[in-house]
């Protein structure tokens, strides 16, 4: 039987789509049988993010109402062996399926796959349920900052409430310089204000957004966001990796490049 992961946040576009889409490609290249669903019916883009919107034919609401089995709706990932992907209807509502339908949908693909990611909508409406109520664990993809750590705060208190031991936390978008300057808050402080286990820090990096338009994953470099989604993958798999160390840009190289636009303004 596989792991059932929810992927959630309060604030929407914290980067639960891109962190699911990166995730998944690397847990299945380290060989896990690996299927990513897409629980934000309505709103779906897990399938831009996979590179895989022109492939898909059927969703999940196919499954539910009985013209679909498993096989019709799983998309097989083009680049990554062992990655597969369910897409969500663009108009039915979750809330709308059968109970019994809906756990059989959650109990099939957790037997067929070591990992099943559902990447939800933002904050705790009907994509959000139909993926908590039958999720193993939780990871929290969350901006250091305030807004962003205060909603993250309700989601884990509900999801706490179903009875979700395992809920971990994942800072995306991680800016030393924003650090520094108090636009973001401190790692440590955002671990202590929601009190849950830290999964990974994710850096701002302009290359997300790069291999999100190819459906394809960040290459793996120091400090960059690659390494990150890599070492994250590790620890779901249960690897012991370190958490990476962001260094702030010393005084000299933050001189030099504020020298350098100065110059080119003049
Ligand atoms: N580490 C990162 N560095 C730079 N850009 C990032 C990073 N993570 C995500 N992004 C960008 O942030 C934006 C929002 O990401 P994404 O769509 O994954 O968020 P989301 O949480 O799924 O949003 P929603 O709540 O609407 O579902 C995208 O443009 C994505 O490329
Ligand atoms: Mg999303």
């Known amino acids: 039987m596989g792991k059932m992961i929810i992927v959630a946040s309060g604030k929407g576009g914290t980067g639960k789509t891109t962190f699911t889409s990166q995730i998944g490609m690397w847990l299945s290249s380290l060989g896990y049988l690996t299927v990513l669903v897409d629980a934000d019916a309505g709103f779906r883009n897990l399938d831009i993010a996979l590179g895989l919107e022109s ?42 399926f059968d109970t ?59 999801l706490e409430n179903k009875g979700i031991e395992t809920i971990r936390l994942v800072l995306n978008r991680v800016n030393p310089e924003q650090i520094a300057s108090r636009v973001q808050i401190n790692v440590d402080d955002c671990i202590d204000v929601l009190s849950i286990p830290i999964l990974g820090i994710v850096p701002e990096d302009i ?10 994953s960040v290459t793996p470099d120091i400090q960059g966001a690659g390494q990150a989604f890599l070492n994250i993958a590790r620890r779901l798999a249960g690897k012991s990796i370190p958490m990476m160390e962001f260094r702030r840009p010393s005084r000299k190289s933050i001189w030099s490049r504020m020298r350098k636009s100065l110059n080119k303004s003049q």
Do not use: C
């Open 100 to 158: 019994e339908r809906v756990k059989l949908f959650w109990d099939s693909v957790k037997s067929r796959f070591d990992f099943v990611i559902a990447d939800a909508p933002a904050g705790m409406g009907d994509g959000f349920m139909f993926a908590a109520e039958f999720a193993d664990e939780a990871i929290i993809v969350s901006l250091a900052e305030t807004p962003s750590l205060r909603d993250a705060d309700r989601v884990i208190e509900n």
């Open 207 to 216: 290359k997300v957004a790069e291999s999100a338009a190819k459906g394809i």
């Open 55 to 96: 492939s898909v034919v059927y969703d999940y609401s196919d499954f539910m109402s009985g013209t679909s089995d498993l096989d019709d709706i799983l998309t097989k990932s083009h680049n990554s062996e062992n990655l597969y992907f369910i897409a969500a209807p663009q108009s039915a509502k979750t809330s709308d």
